[in-house]
C-alpha cells in the first residue's frame, strides 16, 4: 500500500482537506500534509493550535474490509505515531488514553481520528500534529516540542517520510 501525498501550504484542517478528497475523488489512501492549519481540530471539538514548522499531516484510508474496530485502530495508530518519535527521542513516551503522546508530563502530539462513509464504504481520517519546533503555552495544560527534548532539529520531511514508511508498512500488513 502506498499513500498518494496531496501537499499544501495552508487548510483549515488536514483532516477537512482528507474529508473532501475522499469524497471529490476515486482514491483509497492518500496522505494530506500542509505548512500551516487555520482551524486545526483537536478531540471533542478542541482547537489545535497550529504554528508553522510543525508536523500537521492527516492519513486516509478505505477501512471496510479490515476485521479491526476503530478502537484498536486508533490504539495501533497512536503506537505507530509512538514509534516514530522513539527513533528520535529516546526516553520515555507515554501514550494517554484516548489519543495523545506525552514526553516528561508534556503533551507532544495530538491524534485526531474521524470516519468518512462515500458510497458505503467506510474510511478512516487519521490526523496527527507533533509539536516539533514549537508548542503552545496553555495554562494547566503543559506541551513541549521535540527540538526542545532533544536540543537540536530534525528535517520535518525527514519526520514525513518516516512516519509515511511506518504507516504503509503497517498497513499493507493489516489488509493481508
Avoid: H
Avoid at 500534529?129 to 530534525?154: E, F, Q
Amino acid at each position: 500500500m502506498k499513500f498518494k501525498i496531496y501537499r499544501f501550504k495552508k487548510v483549515n484542517s488536514t483532516n477537512d482537506t482528507a474529508a473532501r478528497i475522499i469524497k471529490s475523488l476515486n482514491v483509497n489512501y492518500g496522505m494530506v500534509i500542509s505548512e500551516t492549519q487555520k482551524k486545526g481540530k483537536g478531540q471533542y471539538g478542541k482547537k489545535w493550535i497550529s504554528y508553522k514548522g510543525n508536523l500537521f499531516i492527516s492519513f486516509f484510508f478505505k477501512f471496510d474490509n479490515l476485521k479491526i474496530t476503530t478502537k484498536k485502530l486508533t490504539k495501533i495508530n497512536c503506537l505507530l505515531v509512538k514509534s516514530l518519535l522513539s527513533r528520535y527521542y529516546k526516553n520515555k513516551i507515554i501514550f494517554k488514553k484516548p489519543n495523545d503522546l506525552f514526553i516528561d508530563k508534556k503533551k507532544i502530539c495530538g491524534i485526531l481520528q474521524e470516519t468518512l462513509i462515500k458510497y458505503n464504504k467506510k474510511y478512516l481520517i487519521v490526523g496527527i500534529g507533533i509539536n516539533l519546533i514549537k508548542n503552545p503555552i496553555i495554562k494547566d495544560y503543559p506541551s513541549t516540542n521535540l527540538y526542545d527534548v532533544m536540543k537540536k532539529k530534525i528535517s520535518i520531511y525527514k519526520i514525513e517520510n518516516d512516519i509515511k514508511r511506518i504507516f504503509e508498512f503497517k498497513l499493507t500488513r493489516l489488509y493481508k
